[in-house]
């Protein structure tokens, strides 16, 4: 059942319209950055064969090497995401493109995998920070209809910066070497600064639930850029907002505590399996036959069946139900995962499977962008989903590790493939537990869910 929203709330009545020309371009601004975000952690990958060639790595080298960029992701959604709900999501954004452009810029000029495992952790920082906070500006600028959408397509910046990231891989590894890759991405991030500047204003929510200095002005001007009426004062703020304040202690009370919980282990599990696939399957493919550009191309043929399964949530979603579709594509996952595993090491096999995991597996993860962000209030939203997205990452370090150390040992490789596609399932078990939506006395509506009553 909807909850009635209040129209003196300029944010309920925004997104109770239709998507205006400024909030289609925030949000692909947004798409924007979560496509440098998406080169930003598989560039490992694709300059995985090149590294360990120069750097003479082994197998748990490189996935210590993979685990240091995905710890810093770690990091940066638990410690630079809450920025945004202190300083403002624009602030934070500009924070993590800064980090971005030095981080990648400093991995150009390492001298060995310790300077470079180091860097990366640092660039992680702003790659954790900068994805909790463009899925918390998408989830508080779309309307009502196009949220599932919008975050889709926030979602689907990742798989295509992936692949046209591996593309210009390819060709500047081969005329320049590894290091042109990260050069490459130090100077996108910082061009995309200007676009935020210019494009991405701060979240209403942040402004009125947070009030700072000057809130009111910059209210009436984001409102003016929006075609409505300037306001008088703010609103009111909602029960949530005015319970929980600011504290990060709201999100171990009920009713948050629980859900809380839940979306943590569900990110854990996700992250586990699905980092393993992106870290690893280059090198994979290459190590049963393909070339050094053929891994790399099959890495963003996994990408671009990403792409179609994040257009498929983003369209399904509000019929079939968020937790419901990503149940699915968890279990679908599993399966893909298995499949590449048992599959006979050729070319059109291997590519055929490695399809269907990239699919089902952007599918997952645009799922828990759009299940988690609305159980929160807008005050501490980006700390709670920062805070499961830094479990995630957790299991984002463990997996690719894990995968390093069963390759070391001997596991073959159906084996290692369906140990490490296991978490999907409990993923899958844990969405029971995540709400949707949060009470009617504790969520703002200008902040419900669409699928809330597709269940």
């Not at 748990?60 to 992701?73: I, R």
């Not at 579709?325 to 090491?345: D, Q, T």
Request: hydrophobic share 55%; with cysteine.
């Amino acid at each position: 059942m909807s909850t009635t929203p209040d129209l003196t709330d300029p944010r309920a009545a925004i997104r109770q319209g239709a998507m205006t020309p400024f909030q289609v371009a925030a949000v692909a601004v947004c798409v924007l950055i979560c496509a440098l975000d998406g080169f930003d952690v598989l560039v490992v990958a694709f300059t995985a064969a090149s590294i360990a060639k120069d750097f003479a790595l082994k197998p748990t080298d490189l996935g210590l090497l993979f685990s240091a960029g995905l710890a810093g992701m770690g990091l940066g959604a638990l410690l630079i995401a809450p920025l945004s709900d202190r300083f403002g999501r624009r602030t934070t954004l500009l924070l993590c493109l800064a980090i971005l452009c030095t981080g990648m810029l400093a991995a150009a000029a390492a001298g060995s995998l310790t300077e470079l495992a180091l860097v990366r952790l640092f660039t992680g920082l702003g790659i954790g920070g900068g994805l909790a906070t463009v899925n918390i500006v998408v989830a508080e600028y779309a309307t009502d209809r196009w949220r599932n959408l919008s975050i889709s397509l926030m979602s689907l910046g990742y798989p295509i910066g992936a692949t046209l990231g591996g593309a210009f891989s390819v060709t500047l590894i081969a005329a320049y070497g590894w290091r042109s890759v990260y050069v490459f991405g130090g100077l996108v991030a910082l061009a995309l600064v200007p676009a935020v500047l210019a494009f991405l204003p701060e979240s209403l929510d942040y402004l009125i639930a947070r009030r700072p200095a000057g809130a009111l002005a910059k209210v009436n001007r984001v409102l003016a850029r929006l075609g409505r009426p300037a306001l008088d004062a703010l609103p009111a703020p909602s029960r949530a907002e005015a319970e929980t304040g600011a504290s990060l202690s709201a999100l171990t009370r009920p009713p948050y505590r629980s859900r809380t919980l839940a979306a943590c282990a569900a990110y854990f599990c996700v992250m586990t399996t699905c980092y393993f696939f992106l870290s690893w399957t280059p090198k994979v493919l290459t190590e049963l036959g393909l070339s050094v550009s053929g891994g790399i191309s099959g890495a963003m043929l996994m990408n671009l069946g990403g792409a179609a399964g994040c257009l498929l949530f983003g369209f399904v979603a509000r019929r079939a139900g968020t937790r419901r579709l990503a149940a699915a594509f968890m279990a679908g996952l599993f399966a893909a995962a298995a499949a590449f595993g048992h599959v006979p090491a050729n070319p059109a096999a291997l590519l055929a499977a490695t399809l269907a995991i990239g699919f089902c597996l952007y599918g997952s993860i645009n799922a828990m962008y759009a299940v988690v962000p609305p159980i929160f209030p807008a005050p501490v939203r980006t700390t709670g989903t920062g805070l499961a997205m830094s479990i995630g990452r957790l299991g984002a370090v463990a997996g690719p590790s894990l995968a390093g150390m069963l390759m070391a040992a001997g596991w073959e490789r159906a084996e290692y493939c369906v140990a490490l596609a296991l978490p999907m399932l409990v993923a899958a078990l844990c969405l029971r537990w995540v709400a949707v939506r949060a009470p009617s006395a504790g969520v703002h509506p200008a902040m419900e869910p669409v699928s809330a009553t597709s269940h």
